[in-house]
């Protein structure tokens, strides 16, 4: 149905490292967690709620940003829900997550504890400064890694047309 619509936008700050990999036909897949925080009230306190999100970052655009997606840093995030299937044990399992389309860096933990508003230099998206890569091989085991392997990543507009060097 054309009339159906699966958008989230979520700010947060990534609570591990990004992890990059890659798909046995070669695209780069990069996995992160994310904790969006929520007050609300119980009784007569307001009280602070943690949720967390899987989200995954597909082709050039997950290599480039894998550097700068580190523990503690905060980004803006707008994507999709995909609901992963596979078997495990004979049982059938499932897990939500979130196929990331755009990605803002908002913000990093330096080391004393204190934020540093802004992406790093370059912008975080690549560039003649960016950080070089090695290739990974494919995670092979775990949960949803059937149906990993076998996964055609999604076709984003945004993604096919991504350049390494823009010019800001």
């Not at 943690?50 to 995030?77: H, I, P």
């Not at 707008?78 to 044990?89: F, H, I, K, M």
């Amino acid at each position: 149905m054309a009339d159906d619509i699966n958008k989230v936008m979520l700010v947060g700050r990534l609570t591990r490292d990004a992890e990059l990999m890659y798909t046995n036909s070669g695209f780069a897949l990069c996995k992160f967690s994310l904790a969006v925080n929520r007050r609300r009230k119980q009784g007569e306190q307001w009280v602070d709620e943690a949720n967390y999100f899987d989200l995954n970052l597909w082709g050039r655009r997950g290599e480039s940003l894998n550097t700068y997606l580190t523990k503690g840093t905060q980004v803006a995030v707008e994507g999709q829900l995909r609901q992963e299937r596979w078997e495990q044990d004979g049982a059938k399992r499932s897990k939500v997550t979130i196929e990331a389309v755009n990605i803002q860096l908002l913000g990093s933990r330096s080391e004393g504890g204190s934020y540093n508003q802004g992406a790093p230099s370059g912008g975080g998206y690549g560039g003649n400064n960016g950080p070089s890569y090695q290739k990974q091989p494919p995670r092979q085991s775990g949960p949803g890694s059937q149906s990993f392997e076998s996964y055609t990543p999604p076709s984003h507009p945004a993604q096919d047309d991504y350049e390494d060097d823009i010019p800001f």
